[in-house]
């Protein structure tokens, strides 16, 4: 079993930047896809970021340029900075984890693990 937990989350100013930071115990995840998931109210979880196991990233399109996923396979930890925020970034963001790796999932149904989520809000 994977265990993630997500910190960083909080209160931002519009063009601030936040650093969340998913940290995993119970497995090694340097075999596994990566990625960050969010959701706000009344919408369907959507990927944010995600990465591959050997560092193939993607981003949706709202968030190119401004954020940024990265791993730190030593410390089996997974990050995700958020520059330029907006308003409309504010949701709960969720860290995943892709045991099989096949493909750079978007599709949340092929995480096999999540974290509890943490808030990040963005006043205007």
């Known amino acids: 079993q994977v265990q993630l937990v997500e910190s960083g989350g909080g209160l931002v100013q519009a063009g601030g930047s936040v650093r969340l930071s998913c940290a995993a115990s119970?497995?090694?995840?340097?075999?596994?896809?990566m990625g960050w998931f969010r959701q706000s109210p009344g919408k369907e979880r959507e990927a944010a970021a995600v990465?591959?196991?050997?560092?193939?990233?993607y981003y949706t399109d709202s968030v190119k340029g401004r954020f940024t996923i990265s791993r730190d396979n030593a410390k089996n930890t997974v990050y995700l900075q958020m520059n330029s925020l907006k308003p409309e970034d504010t949701a709960v963001y969720y860290c995943?984890?892709?045991?099989?790796?096949?493909?750079?999932?978007?599709?949340?149904?092929?995480?096999?693990?999540w974290g509890q989520g943490t808030q990040v809000t963005v006043s205007s």
């Open positions: 990465i591959s196991w050997n560092g193939v990233e």
């Open positions: 995943a984890a892709d045991p099989k790796a096949i493909i750079l999932a978007t599709n949340v149904n092929a995480y096999a693990y």
């Open positions: 119970g497995r090694t995840l340097s075999n596994y896809n």
